[in-house]
């Protein structure tokens, strides 16, 4: 009887301690109806969108509060959009990027999903992004290889500056 009553109290005690983890995780994690939380592994959380359940990347080298990313650039990294009814919750935000679309930003961090990427796949991770600022666009495409006109790349070439950045799967 008593090996029975010290198993089930260190079963009890094993089980608190990991949903007080899970709670932990879970009371620290208001998030957008854009998007969900998944449990990848153990005590492993991602943000994912909902509801295609793509992973979730913020730059690093991006600077808070302002995404560098144009229109352009967003074919490739997409953002995640907010509505204008949508409310700041947690640590989520929400920022206006210069084409006037509101974009969902975690912790001041604009928030994007990667054109390649499926669920459970994160292929976007580390990859490096070089974000030209221009009026245009036209730095940036010719950085990924698009040709331009000669007038056109070389004015842009001379008036753009470079901001590079590497992405990172969100995590809380």
Do not use: H
């Not at 009553?5 to 301690?17: D, H, K, N, P, T």
């Not at 990027?97 to 669920?119: C, H, I, M, S």
């Amino acid at each position: 009887m008593r090996k029975l009553c010290v198993s089930l109290g260190a079963a009890f005690i094993l089980c608190s301690q990991s949903a007080g983890a899970t709670d932990s995780v879970m009371q620290n994690a208001a998030y957008p109806g854009a998007v969900a939380l998944s449990n990848v592994t153990g005590d492993t959380w991602v943000y994912k969108s909902f509801p295609q359940l793509l992973p979730l990347y913020v730059f690093k080298g991006e600077p808070a509060g302002r995404s560098l990313c144009d229109r352009s650039c967003t074919a490739v990294w997409p953002i995640v959009a907010a509505d204008t009814k949508d409310k700041p919750l947690g640590s989520w935000t929400i920022v206006k990027r210069n084409d006037g679309r509101l974009q969902w930003a975690y912790k001041n961090r604009p928030v994007y999903t990667y054109f390649e990427d499926r669920p459970n796949e994160p292929r976007g991770t580390g990859k490096n992004m070089d974000w030209y600022l221009d009026e245009r666009g036209y730095a940036y495409l010719a950085s990924v290889g698009v040709k331009l006109s000669p007038p056109v790349a070389d004015a842009q070439a001379a008036t753009a500056s470079k901001i590079q950045a590497t992405a990172e799967l969100l995590q809380p």
